[in-house]
């Protein structure tokens, strides 16, 4: 199991990125796929989450109405936009696959800094 994220960054108050997500190694398709965040000094945060159709998505409530999680299964990418970043959201954001042996699979994360 591989996940390559990308699209971090540094960002001002208030604006946005998209984070991107490719995965191998697994049926992609069949799976429930999430981003968690990690920050300085603190443990793993999930962010969101998605359902292997798309159809159903959860979130965080520190991030609820702010990110928006989206899979495209025929490219084995899944998607985190941000709007309205705030300070708080500063961590490495990596993309979380709980295989059939109950291990988790993460990424190698990618750097989301929000200051101004």
């Known amino acids: 199991v591989q996940f390559v994220e990308s699209g971090g960054g540094v960002v001002q108050p208030g604006g946005s990125l998209r984070l991107s997500c490719v995965a191998s190694?697994?049926?992609?398709?069949?799976?429930?796929v999430s981003w968690v965040r990690r920050a300085p000094g603190k443990g793993p945060e999930g962010v969101a989450a998605i359902r292997p159709d798309g159809q159903e998505t959860f979130y965080a409530s520190s991030v609820k109405g702010r990110f928006t999680i989206s899979r495209d299964n025929a490219k084995n990418m899944v998607f985190l936009q941000m709007n309205n970043l705030k300070p708080e959201d500063t961590a490495v954001y990596y993309c979380?696959?709980?295989?059939?042996?109950?291990?988790?699979?993460w990424g190698q994360g990618t750097q989301v800094t929000v200051s101004s």
């Open positions: 979380l696959y709980t295989g059939t042996d109950d291990r988790d699979y």
């Open positions: 190694g697994f049926s992609f398709s069949d799976e429930t």
